[in-house]
């Protein structure tokens, strides 16, 4: 079976652009969670879906980020007037209901690089 | 709050030689806790998960994690090192509880070589 996909692999832009980065769960999955992979801050949470709402935006770093879910499945992150600070890997990750304990199954990510 | 704590940055061993990777948690109820890989360019893979269940898991590739409530620990060991598990490895407590966000504290890393 097909496991966590997310696009474009790889990502460069300029500062200022917008960028969008999206990811594709397990089928079935009704959790999905987005978390970032940087040199200076490791790998952090940004934020959870449960279907389609977010109950969990705790981790987003700054307004110019934001995320949606539709249809229970795709997800995008998107990033406002990017800075270099954005520069990181974007992983996605879903679980099957997302139970304290659940395995969550992480896709490849996205390296973002904003120039 | 959750959090980990993983005692070493880098650890160096032999081909064949025993691993040993240790991890400190910090928890205001029982945790889950979870081991996982990184290979260079490559995504997380889940190598073993306690749940409150047997103390000593066992995971994929011959690691395996014991759970030790008065020590606060979760290492993760493995007998003998194959090249194949140079990699960075994570240990991670779920934040959640109660039915509250299932979201992953990561500890920093310890990656791992290993020397023929």
């Known amino acids: 079976g097909a496991g966590v996909s997310q696009s474009p692999s790889n990502k460069v832009t300029e500062k200022g652009k917008d960028v969008e980065l999206r990811c594709d769960p397990i089928?079935?999955?009704?959790?999905l969670y987005w978390y970032r992979q940087s040199l200076g801050q490791g790998l952090e949470f940004l934020i959870y879906f449960q279907g389609n709402s977010a109950p969990d935006k705790s981790g987003l770093p700054s307004d110019r980020f934001s995320a949606e879910r539709t249809g229970g499945s795709v997800s995008t992150l998107t990033i406002q007037r990017t800075q270099q600070e954005d520069s990181a890997v974007y992983l996605c990750?879903?679980?099957?209901?997302?139970?304290?304990?659940?395995?969550?199954?992480f896709g490849p990510g996205t390296r973002l690089t904003v120039l | 709050a959750q959090s980990v704590t993983q005692l070493d940055s880098h650890v160096s061993v032999s081909e064949g030689t025993p691993v040993l990777l240790r991890c400190n948690y910090s928890?205001?109820?029982?945790?889950?806790l979870f081991w996982y890989v990184q290979h260079p360019n490559k995504g997380l893979q889940l190598l073993l998960k306690y749940t409150s269940a047997a103390t000593l898991v066992k995971g994929i590739n011959g690691f395996e994690a014991e759970f030790k409530k008065s020590e606060t620990s979760f290492h993760l060991t493995k007998p003998s090192a194959h090249m194949s598990d140079a990699a960075e490895y994570f240990c991670?407590?779920?934040?959640?509880?109660?039915?509250?966000?299932?979201?992953?504290?990561f500890g920093t890393g310890t990656l791992l070589a290993v020397q023929p």
């Open positions: 990750a879903s679980s099957g209901a997302g139970l304290v304990g659940d395995t969550q199954y």
């Open positions: 928890s205001s109820y029982s945790p889950s």
């Open positions: 991670v407590v779920s934040g959640g509880y109660g039915g509250a966000t299932n979201k992953l504290i």
């Open positions: 089928s079935g999955h009704t959790a």
